[in-house]
């Protein structure tokens, strides 16, 4: 259709234009995308770096078609990180003369998956310099380790800034392979977890192993929470020494719900397991778990999502790391 006169249609064209424009811009906005330097969302990269999630998912398939029990490798960096100074990446940071990190504390030697992440990091570096925080590659590599061994998918919004803190001191935070029902809902309780979100983060013991140092404490004596027979199961294990390894479940590499069927039965490898079964706070949570994978799954993925946003550095509270090994 012609317009007359040639001032009308050129108004006509303006007006449809800017219009276009105002509609774009607030489907980039309602879309989640973020021009500032803060703010976490779902596609905080969608623009500075495309393909951050193919990158991610990626690299953990294929060190886990290598290695499968690096899925628990993965997800308990995730946990290490994220209740210690936030989900910043601090417990990637190495050890210097001035300093001795997170990494090196005792209950973090037996960390693995650093090279899964140090992987991952070095692609996109490549891709998108100085632009993909050390902390968000943690927290997506956890998630995709999750649903390669058969678990929930969930997403998490991006953004964390990556933190200039690691001290060894600060992972005394950690809760104890000792601990209780008890002392586990008041730790999990100051970070904002309730008995129920710290009962669904410790199915994640569904992949991996503990060492024998962290429930020989249990063979010493009579433990009226263990059953006898995996009593001898344990004993046999660390008959090979402290660093003897004993998977959680029978299925150590895949992601169900066998962990509670085992509280269940009194097989509970470590103190801080067991004590979920046998306490009043906490058993019906851990029958209901054993008894319906589905709601294990839905509450998993709720607090993981949660434990993910944990004192987050967002903006200039923090950093982009070059290098997730130390400070820039």
Do not use: W
Request: aromatic content about 8%; some cysteine.
């Amino acid at each position: 259709m012609l317009c007359k006169p040639p001032l009308k249609c050129l108004k006509i064209v303006i007006m449809a234009n800017l219009l276009t424009m105002f509609f774009v811009m607030e489907m980039i906005i309602v879309s989640g995308f973020s021009f500032g330097a803060s703010g976490l969302n779902m596609n905080y990269y969608l623009l500075s770096c495309p393909f951050v999630e193919p990158v991610v998912k990626n690299t953990v398939n294929r060190a886990l078609q290598d290695d499968p029990t690096l899925a628990a490798g993965l997800v308990r960096m995730h946990f290490h990180d994220c209740f210690i100074e936030g989900c910043d990446g601090s417990v990637l940071i190495d050890s210097t003369k001035d300093n001795t990190a997170e990494k090196d504390s005792p209950a973090n030697l037996s960390l693995r998956g650093y090279e899964v992440i140090d992987d991952i990091k070095e692609e996109l570096e490549n891709q998108c310099p100085g632009v993909v925080s050390c902390a968000d590659i943690v927290a997506m590599a956890a998630r995709d380790a999750v649903f390669f061994a058969g678990g929930p998918v969930y997403d998490i919004p991006k953004g964390r800034k990556d933190g200039t803190r690691s001290k060894i001191e600060d992972t005394i935070n950690l809760p104890a392979p000792i601990f209780n029902a008890s002392e586990l809902i008041k730790m999990f309780g100051q970070r904002g977890f309730s008995a129920r979100d710290m009962v669904a983060l410790s199915g994640a013991h569904t992949l991996g192993v503990a060492r024998c140092s962290s429930f020989k404490h249990r063979l010493t004596q009579v433990d009226p929470t263990l059953d006898s027979e995996f009593a001898k199961t344990l004993s046999k294990t660390c008959s090979a020494g402290d660093t003897a390894e004993q998977p959680f479940d029978s299925t150590r590499n895949d992601f169900d719900n066998e962990y509670f069927n085992d509280l269940v039965s009194n097989n509970g490898v470590l103190t801080s397991d067991q004590t979920l079964y046998n306490s009043p706070q906490t058993r019906n949570i851990v029958n209901a778990y054993a008894m319906n994978q589905a709601l294990f799954f839905l509450d998993f993925q709720q607090a993981m999502v949660k434990m993910s946003m944990l004192d987050v550095k967002e903006g200039f509270k923090g950093e982009v790391r070059k290098n997730c090994h130390k400070i820039n």
